[in-house]
């Protein structure tokens, strides 16, 4: 069955520290490929995707991810984090034939000090 | 622009008592709908999905059911609801054909 590991789950940094939050899933074949963060109160949104192309991939907020088919595997960074960066992370994908339904992480909290 | 809408925000049930949440997509038509529930500790689990009125399918067999009776309503029900049934419950939509997904600010049931 499908699935898809965060391994971590609760990351603290200070400001300006980098980040990398991994993310493996399961099962090859075509993948679309996804990071959504949920703010303290606020929707889940999408920082960022991937479906084909550079496997470098930029988001929202200075955030980007790296898509490594050999790995499985799409994990988040970045270069410098800011206090607003608190929130909770989730990654997920999706299969090429299977209508949009998503896989998630369990997701990582992460919390920034200023 | 396309908005997505969940009602209540906040519910607390007894065990044994019904539900229903609403979600409701503004701005589209024949979007595809899907029910997540978040539980305590864990990621977003698919519970059903919709690509038309009338049409669902379930991921996960449970207490739960889902009915569409309009394009763009989307709603989750229980007839008895059980203390496991508590967590987060996200409404999202996408495009018929696309492949991002948006989620609504959810639903935070608790079942005492």
């Known amino acids: 069955a499908q699935s898809v590991s965060q391994h971590n789950h609760h990351v603290i940094l200070s400001e300006a520290a980098s980040l990398e939050l991994g993310c493996n899933y399961s099962?090859?074949?075509?993948?679309?490929l996804f990071w959504y963060v949920q703010y303290p109160g606020q929707h889940l949104q999408l920082l960022l995707k991937?479906?084909?192309?550079?496997?470098l991939v930029k988001g929202i907020k200075g955030f980007e991810a790296e898509f490594i088919k050999s790995k499985f595997s799409f994990n988040l960074r970045k270069p410098s984090v800011q206090w607003s960066d608190t929130a909770e992370y989730f990654c997920?994908?999706?299969?090429?034939?299977?209508?949009?339904?998503?896989?998630f992480g369990r997701g990582t909290q992460l919390t920034v000090w200023p | 622009s396309q908005t997505i809408h969940q009602w209540p925000a906040t519910l607390v049930q007894p065990v044994g008592s019904p539900l229903s949440l609403e979600c409701t997509v503004e701005?589209?038509?024949?979007?595809?709908l899907y029910w997540y529930r978040q539980a305590a500790g864990r990621g977003l689990q698919l519970l059903f999905y919709?690509?038309?009125?009338?049409?669902i399918s379930s991921e996960v067999p449970q207490n739960l059911s889902a009915s569409r009776p309009q394009d763009r309503q989307f709603i989750l029900s229980s007839k008895k609801l059980l203390l496991s049934d508590s967590g987060f419950y996200l409404c999202?939509?996408?495009?018929?054909?696309?492949?991002?997904?948006?989620f609504g600010p959810g639903t935070r049931l608790l079942v005492l």
């Open positions: 999202a939509w996408n495009p018929s054909g696309r492949k991002t997904q948006y």
């Open positions: 099962y090859g074949g075509t993948v679309n």
């Open positions: 991937y479906f084909s192309g550079d496997p």
């Open positions: 997920a994908v999706s299969y090429g034939s299977t209508l949009g339904r998503l896989y």
């Open positions: 701005g589209t038509s024949n979007p595809n």
């Open positions: 919709s690509v038309g009125i009338g049409q």
